[in-house]
T-cell receptor, first 112, second 108 residues
Framework: NAGVTQTPKFQVLKTGQSMTLQCAQDMNHEYMSWYRQDPGMGLRLIHYSVGAGITDQGEVPNGYNVSRSTTEDFPLRLLSAAPSQTSVYFC???????????FGPGTRLTVL | TQLLEQSPQFLSIQEGENLTVYCNSSSVFSSLQWYRQEPGEGPVLLVTVVTGGEVKKLKRLTFQFGDARKDSSLHITAAQPGDTGLYLCAGRDDKIIFGKGTRLHILP
């Protein structure tokens, strides 16, 4: 089992560029989430999904889009990157009644 | 808006001392969780507490859930340098919301 995988590990964008952060899990988990982590801010929930075809907003959804066409994949899209989106992004997954949420290794994004 | 507040934000103590960190919520969650995060890695779950008044022990770590299920504490006995890290509490329903964390540094 690879667990939760994220690509890329590092990315530098210019303001206004778009990109997709990839997240995949091989544990057949229904629930998946995207968080961003900034110094002194803990992890803030961007979007989450409780199953294929279902997504919902978290605490800081503005500027990000998600879709969930399969159980395995949960990509995060930045349509027009802004310097305020410079952060470390974590994807996570868990079973519906499961306690443990498994995190990917993170993507470090810099927007110039 | 659900909010989890953790205190203190930073804590630096000598090896062998005891410490307690706190997590207070403005809402009731179905459960509260504690995670530990090392630099460059994602958080790893330490414990989940579900029942008001519940106490769980993990070696030198003791976790307590308040009777009203809106606050929790983490007590570390005889802290060791290996305990250094960022400790995050999280409230769990369909989504999991995190506090800002307590950054703990144990000096040898």
């Amino acid at each position: 089992n690879a667990g939760v995988t994220q690509t890329p590990k590092f990315q530098v964008l210019k303001t206004g560029q778009s990109m997709t952060l990839q997240c995949a899990q091989d544990m057949n988990h229904e629930y998946m989430s995207w968080y961003r982590q900034d110094p002194g801010m803990g992890l803030r929930l961007i979007h989450y999904s409780v199953g294929a075809g279902i997504t919902d907003q978290g605490e800081v959804p503005n500027g990000y889009n998600v879709s969930r066409s399969t159980t395995e994949d949960f990509p995060l899209r930045l349509l027009s990157a802004a310097p305020s989106q410079t952060s470390v992004y974590f994807c996570a997954s868990r079973a519906p009644k499961g306690n443990e949420q498994f995190f990917g290794p993170g993507t470090r994004l810099t927007v110039l | 808006t659900q909010l989890l507040e953790q205190s203190p934000q930073f804590l630096s103590i000598q090896e062998g001392e005891n410490l307690t960190v706190y997590c207070n919520s403005s809402s009731v969650f179905s459960s509260l969780q504690w995670y530990r995060q090392e630099p460059g890695e994602g958080p790893v779950l330490l414990v989940t507490v579900v029942t008001g008044g519940e106490v769980k022990k993990l070696k030198r770590l003791t976790f307590q859930f308040g009777d009203a299920r809106k606050d929790s504490s983490l007590h570390i006995t005889a802290a060791q340098p290996g305990d250094t890290g960022l400790y995050l509490c999280a409230g769990r329903d369909d989504k999991i919301i995190f506090g800002k964390g307590t950054r703990l540094h144990i000096l040898p």
